[in-house]
């Protein structure tokens, strides 16, 4: 039992749940959240998008955040895969709240 404790990561990091431009809809689900996990929400409302992969990236990084919720349209097409790669070896979820359009026969032959 004290391996699996000690392989775990600390209990302070991933306490953060990051919404990128949470819309109202999404404010109010975030105020039907129970009490605790309310108080471990950070709003982001960032002024300049251009700089919004980079601050994920290391946002990701710090292993501070258990999840990252965001719309897919915020982060160049490019910088998805890496964003998920990263969030992925750092154990953070990226919740999307756009998915990506699901590939028809015709797309799925192009690519091919």
């Known amino acids: ?18 919404w990128i431009s949470p819309s109202p809809s999404q ?20 002024k300049k998008p251009a700089h919004l992969a980079k601050a994920l990236e290391m946002a990701i990084t710090t292993g501070n955040y258990s999840s990252i919720t965001l719309d897919r349209d915020a982060i160049p097409k490019q910088q998805q895969a890496f964003l998920e790669l990263l969030a992925l070896r750092n154990h953070t979820h990226i919740n999307w709240i756009t998915q990506r359009p699901i590939m028809n026969s015709a797309c799925q032959l192009t690519l091919i």
């Open 1 to 18: 039992m004290n391996a699996l404790l000690k392989s775990q990561a600390e209990p302070s990091r991933h306490y953060w749940m990051l």
């Open 27 to 46: 404010i109010k689900q975030i105020k039907q959240l129970p009490a605790e996990d309310q108080q471990r929400v950070l709003m982001l409302h960032p």
